[in-house]
Each structure stands twice: as C-alpha cells, then as structure tokens.
C-alpha cells in the first residue's frame, strides 16, 4: 500500500498511507476525536484562515513553498508559508482600513492568481465573509448574486471589472472595488462616485504584515458559494469556520497528503472544488499547492504535471475525457511519474476514464462524491479501498449515507432513490443565504436531501444514477435552467424558453434550449449565433446553450410551469410518463 516519490535530487521517500483500514476507522469513528487535528484558540474559538497558514507559518514549515504559481505566460513564483502570513495579514489590514467588519461580505472575481490566496483568506481573517464569482460570469449572474448577498466589496482586475461596471448602479451596497492591476490606477481626485476604487496593490505595499486575526466561532459565517437549483435564482450557500475541520482531515485521508508532496486541484476558485481543496483543506494541511493560471489544453497540463513533479492531481471527469480524446501517444512525451494519486470529482466517473488512467500513468482516479453544500468530500474511493469501476465509493467516516424514498424512508439495497446524508458534518452548509425556508426544505425526515438518485449495494458502495431536479451539470459546472431561461426570454426575439441537460459524450451533458419565438421573427442561423453569444454575456460563458431548438410552443402545466421533464423524454426518446398535469 506504500508508494514511493523520488525527487530531482534522487532523493527517495517512501510513503505509509494515511488511511490503512478503512472500515476500522469508520467503525468508530467520532468527530470530537479529530479536533486537535487542527489548532483552536482559547475558549474554543477557530479561524480557517488561522489554520490555511499561520499555525504553518510560525512552526518547521515557515519557509516551506505553500504556492507554487504558474501564470498564463509561463512565469514561476513560489511563496513560502511565512509569505502567505504577510500577504493574508495585508489584505486583512486594507479591508481594516475600508471599515469592512465581521459579518461583511467580500467577494472574489478573479483569474487564478495569488491574490485570490490573499483575499480570500485575509476576508476569513477580519471575520468577515468570502465569496467568489467564477470568472465567465456575465452581467446577470453577477449581479444575481452581489445583489443577494448586499456585497459590500468586490476584488477583480480591470477586464473584469468592465462587466461589474454595467451593473454598479442596481448595487446600493457594493462600496468599494479592489482592483488587482499590474499598473497603478490612476487617482481619481475628489472620488466621490460609488463604488469606490481602491488599488490593490497600492495599499498591499503600505499595509502591515501584522494583523490580529478575529477570533471567530467555530459557527460564524467564512464563506459563502452561490450554486443553482432545478427551480429559481441561484442560492447562496452558506459555510462556517468549522467546515475547515473536515476539510482538513478529509484531505489527508482521501487525498493522502505527505510533506512531500506537491498537490494539484485543477478546479477554479469560483467553484466549491477550488476553495475546499485548493486552498483550505491543503493549505490546512501544510501541502505545497501548484496554482496554475492557464486554461485547459493536454500538452499544457501534462507539462505541468512534469514540470513541477505533481504527485496528487485531483481533477474532473470533463478534463480526464478531453485528455483521453487527445490521445496516449502525447502522454509518451512527458515524465508523469511523479504522480502517487489521481482524483475526480463533479460528475460521474466512467469506468472508461479509470481504465485510462491505469493505462497511461499506471494509477486508477478514484472517485470523488460531494456538492457545495456539503463543504468537503463525503463519498470516496480511499487508496487503502478496493476500487468497483463506476461505483462513487463509501462514505467517509462520521458520515452516514443512506437511499431514501421520497418521504425520507431509507430504501433496501440495491434500490434506487434519493441519496440522502445524516446532518451534522462538520462541513455541512449552516443555511441558505437569506432564505431560511429553503434551505428547511432541503431536509426530510431527519435527512439532508442531496439531489441526486443513487443506490447503494451490498458492500455498502453507492453508485451515482443522475439527478433527481433538473440541474445541469456542464463539464463538471453546475447550471441552473432557470436562470438560462431567465436570460433568453430578455432577448428581443423569444417568447419563452425552456431549458434541459442533454447527455453528451465529451461534457457529460450540454445545454440544450428550446424557444419559441415573438411573431415577426423567424428562426434562422443568425438568430440562433445571437441567442448563443447573448447568453454568453449576460449570464455566463460556460451556460449558454450549444443546441438551440425552435419550436412554436412549450409544453406547460395547466398553471403554466414548463415542462423540463418532458422536453427531455422527447428529446432522448423516453417515455413521456404522467402528462395529465398537460396545458392542453
Ligand atoms: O450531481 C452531483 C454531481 O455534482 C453535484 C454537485 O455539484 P457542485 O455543487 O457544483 O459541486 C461539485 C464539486 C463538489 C452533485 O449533486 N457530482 C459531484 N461529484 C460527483 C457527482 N456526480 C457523480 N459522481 C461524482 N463523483
């Protein structure tokens, strides 16, 4: 079960798994024993940021690289965890400065790049709140979500900047925007407009080092993702210092983590993936990170891999099947291997993508199963455990994971139902921003309710069988349809709109809309580019539909809710099932 790492220097370590007996642990596993896992203050208080970095920082990992970044053009900076401290400490004093307190909302809207280390952090360490966007966001969905959470401040770059800029007047809240910029901004003199910008790394050089980081509670609020629904806007998913704990030990024991290693999530920061297992459950960890600018291309990550001599690459399905289409031959060119473990997480896992990578780099991907609400990894596929191809693999320890029917009575193995998780993680979502109702809605009968339809068998591993709302997953990024429909029914052309996921080879699914259009317009490829490149800007470069069908009407309920569900049993040929509920 042990594997090796030899460095450049020849240097070899052979490591012992973090996890031996999986079924031991789980056996009796509790909570409470893992606490001084991670380092409290007195009275009980706990910080994540506290523990991403300066219990590091000030112990034998000090000058230890907790980042290593590699910008779009190839550039290289390292910073150790004692530079991590300084630059945490930094923005900590700038939003001191701005007047931003506990509580407050901060959001991230930016490339992969340092400065979402620095921000992110440094918001967690004032006690205020930190958000991300993800980077093809458009006008919309930005403001969707500034507007929900009354963000107080924004950091982004001035490319992005622009798209916050058309929206700043319907955000009464947003005070200030932080721009991360290579050249100093100019002053604005007398700035009195709202928001007001502030130049990043102007006030970076003039804050202190020092900071007296808040001492949270293990329940207040740190982070806060916006995610969508089957139904309505997106919803603000809401996570407290405590979900670190599990973000931690979770890390170390399905990723496996050593002090030798050095770890690889592929995922951005505007997504549950890149903060849970990009920053804080590594960072937590001591790890030394590689953050990695560049967009996806094989020849780009697999130099990567090399380059840097990854030994954890925790990736998604998406990615691992663009790579096989790219073919094995490219794989021949470089040294991968270096690589001890391979991950996935986000959507399922093929048994092909597993057989793959045994093939290319002599390591199966285990599977990973969980969702922003859950904070951390709930469902795995451990080194130490037999791997069942296709299967998401056991729960982890202090989980309980069970398929329920729909009035939250478990099932008998070997069923389908609705996955369902005890509550009680320590990285479980506390509620749902400013909606308490629905996120009361998400539990039945003593169960959270995740969403999707699994069944488990008799060894006790689950197997993903889809959704059970209509939730798009997108290689690997989670799309409401609502929110497309929302958006195509603004353009001049459409009538109404409905939205479905339609399988796809290489994506896992594709957007597929279907219109109706206002009289006076008729569907041509012009109109069909428009549509595509409208959605494209006001909501997201990542959500908007590659297929679009025209149709002359939409099949609705009676009391005009359109009807997803059978929209997508014509499309795949399925049966049609009840339509009684049917307009017409
Ligand atoms: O449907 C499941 C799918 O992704 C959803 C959660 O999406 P999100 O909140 O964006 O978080 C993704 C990264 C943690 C789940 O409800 N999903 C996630 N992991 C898997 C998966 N589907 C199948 N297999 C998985 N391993």
């Known amino acids: 079960m042990q594997t090796e790492i030899v460095t450049k220097d020849q240097t070899k370590f052979v490591l012992q798994p973090n996890l031996k007996d999986y079924e031991a642990l789980y056996k009796n596993f509790d909570w409470k024993n893992v606490h001084n896992e991670i380092e409290w203050f007195d009275n009980g ?50 939003l001191k400065k701005l007047g931003i307190v506990k509580g407050e909302r901060v959001f991230l809207f930016l490339p992969r790049i340092p400065a979402v280390y620095a921000s992110f952090l440094g918001t967690l360490k004032v006690g205020a709140i930190a958000s991300t966007l993800f980077s093809a966001f458009g006008e919309e969905a930005l403001l969707d979500r500034l507007g929900n959470s009354k963000a107080k401040a924004v950091v982004t770059t001035p490319d992005l900047k622009q798209r916050i800029d058309k929206i700043k007047d319907k955000l009464p809240d947003l005070t200030y925007i932080i721009l991360v910029n290579n050249e100093p901004i100019q002053k604005i003199e007398g700035q009195s407009a709202m928001p007001i910008t502030i130049d990043y790394n102007e006030e970076m050089k003039e804050a202190s080092k020092e900071f007296e980081i808040e001492k949270t509670h293990p329940e207040d609020h740190a982070f806060l993702l916006y995610t969508s629904g089957s139904t309505g806007k ?26 030798e290693d050095i770890y ?25 990170v590689l953050l990695y600018e560049g967009r996806f291309d094989p020849e780009g990550w697999y130099s990567a891999l090399e380059r840097h001599e990854v030994t954890l690459w925790y990736t998604a399905p998406t990615a691992i099947r663009m790579l096989m289409k790219a073919g094995e031959e490219i794989t021949k060119k470089y040294n991968l291997s270096h690589l001890r473990h391979i991950y996935s997480v986000g959507e399922p896992l093929n048994p092909e993508g597993i057989r793959w990578g045994l093939k290319v780099f002599n390591l199966p991907f285990h599977d990973t ?13 451990y080194p130490c455990m037999p791997i069942k191809l296709g299967s998401m693999g056991k729960p982890f320890p ?40 629905r996120y009361k809605k998400l539990f039945n009968n003593g169960w959270y309710i995740t969403g999707d339809r699994a069944r488990k068998d008799e060894d006790g591993y ?62 041509n490829p012009e109109l069909e580019e428009d549509i595509k490149k ?51």
């Open 45 to 94: 208080e706990l910080n994540a940021a506290y523990n991403a970095v300066d219990r590091h920082a000030k112990n034998h990992n000090k000058n230890k690289v907790a980042l290593i970044y590699e910008a779009a053009n190839g550039k290289i900076d390292k910073y150790t965890y004692l530079d991590l401290k300084h630059m945490t400490n930094k923005f900590a004093n700038v």
């Open 234 to 259: 997106s919803k603000g998913v809401v996570h407290a210092h405590m979900a670190v704990l599990q973000q931690h030990y979770t890390h170390k024991l399905i990723h496996d983590i050593h002090p």
């Open 264 to 288: 690889w999530c592929t995922a951005d920061h505007g997504w549950v993936t890149g903060i849970s297992y990009g920053i804080l459950g590594p960072l937590s960890n001591g790890a030394t």
């Open 369 to 381: 199963w969980w969702q922003t609400e859950t904070g951390s990894m709930l469902i795995s596929n």
């Open 398 to 437: 202090g989980i309980v994971a069970a398929v329920v029917d729909d009035t939250g009575q478990e099932l008998p193995t070997n069923t389908e139902g609705h996955l369902a998780i005890k509550p009680g993680w320590p990285s479980m979502l506390r509620t749902l921003w400013g909606d308490e109702e």
């Open 462 to 523: 689950f197997w993903y069988i889809g959704r059970a709302d209509d939730v798009i997953k997108t290689s690997g990024e989670r799309v409401g349809p609502f929110e497309v429909e929302s958006v195509l029914v603004e353009h001049p052309a459409i009538a109404e709109a409905g939205v479905i996921g339609k399988p796809d080879e290489l994506r896992g699914e594709i957007i597929k809309a279907f219109v109706a259009l206002r009289a006076g317009y008729t569907p």
């Open 534 to 584: 409208f959605v494209k800007q006001h909501l997201a470069a990542h959500a908007y539909p590659r297929e679009i069908a025209f149709v002359d009407k939409l099949p609705k309920t009676r009391s005009g809710k359109i009807m997803r569900r059978l929209l997508r049993a014509r499309e795949l040929g399925l049966p049609e099932g009840d339509i009684s509920t049917l307009e017409d």
